[in-house]
């Protein structure tokens, strides 16, 4: 039986010899349905149209799929001694590019920032032995596909490796995730934060909303906390969650810029 992915958010269902009646993600306000109604592919109808990419995005092997599909994020793969953490998931994982990645040292975890980039994230775990999923268990009623590698952490902070911390920062979903990694920007530390701060296009500043394509945006209590979970953390370089979308230095005096400036806007 197919497994089916939602053609608006991405978002993969159980197999199943028929789609689901509706996606929960997108009947949430936070996203919406496509405007022709609910449409669904299953996984082999989306490996005949679309294909995995991974090229380098500021010194991080990202991986997109072409043509941009769902959402369009890009996943990042952070390289490490002993394996990769896959940052963040796309809705499509394809032979070709699980060659790519195991060539490249494979995955040892995947980690995502919040439901709406949860993906095909189950297929990518099982394409590596099962590799661990660490999906922050404020958000679990959002898993669309439950899976047995899923690690549902909670508290505020959850280590990866000694360079690599996933701290909860909230706002977008109750569990939205960043990653701090040390290492990252030639060890100066790089955060990467998907769209729980949005890379603006002058990639100069973040922003902050409940729903970026409905116009909802953050209070003020939300956003100072997502300023509280950053401020122990040192890095000089931000990683968005679209291919570019990243600040490439002084990021972190940027995002606290970027802080003021919302909530003056909006107070």
């Not at 789609?19 to 949430?28: G, L």
């Not at 099962?130 to 898993?143: F, M, S």
């Not at 902050?208 to 509280?228: D, E, G, T």
Request: proline fraction near 6%; aromatic fraction near 10%.
């Amino acid at each position: 039986m197919p497994l089916w992915t939602c053609f608006q958010c991405g978002a993969q269902f159980p197999e199943n010899a028929t789609p689901p009646a509706a996606c929960p993600i997108c009947e949430d306000e936070r996203q919406f349905v496509n405007w022709k109604g609910q449409q669904w592919l299953s996984r082999e109808e989306f490996e005949g149209t679309h294909k995995v990419v991974l090229r380098d995005d500021l010194g991080i092997v990202g991986i997109g799929v072409e043509p941009s599909f769902a959402i369009g994020q890009r996943a990042l793969l952070l390289q490490e001694a002993d394996g990769c953490v896959m940052w963040d998931c796309v809705p499509l994982a394809t032979p070709q590019a699980v060659q790519e990645i195991r060539a490249r040292g494979g995955l040892k975890a995947i980690a995502v920032s919040h439901p709406h980039f949860y993906g095909a994230v189950a297929d990518w775990s099982e394409a590596f032995g099962g590799a661990p999923i660490y999906l922050h268990g404020d958000d679990r009623q959002w898993v669309t596909r439950p899976h047995g590698a899923v690690v549902s952490w909670t508290g505020d902070t959850h280590p990866l490796s000694d360079t690599m911390l996933l701290a909860r920062a909230g706002g977008h979903f109750a569990g939205a995730t960043m990653l701090h990694w040390r290492a990252g920007a030639q060890g100066k530390g790089a955060l990467l934060v998907g769209d729980i701060a949005m890379v603006a296009m002058d990639r100069r500043h973040v922003s902050f909303m409940y729903s970026f394509p409905n116009l909802i945006p953050l209070n003020a209590r939300a956003v100072q906390r997502i300023a509280n979970t950053v401020a122990p953390l040192a890095f000089d370089r931000i990683y968005g969650a679209w291919w570019g979308r990243n600040i490439v230095s002084d990021a972190k005096v940027r995002f606290e810029a970027s802080v003021r400036r919302y909530l003056a806007a909006i107070a």
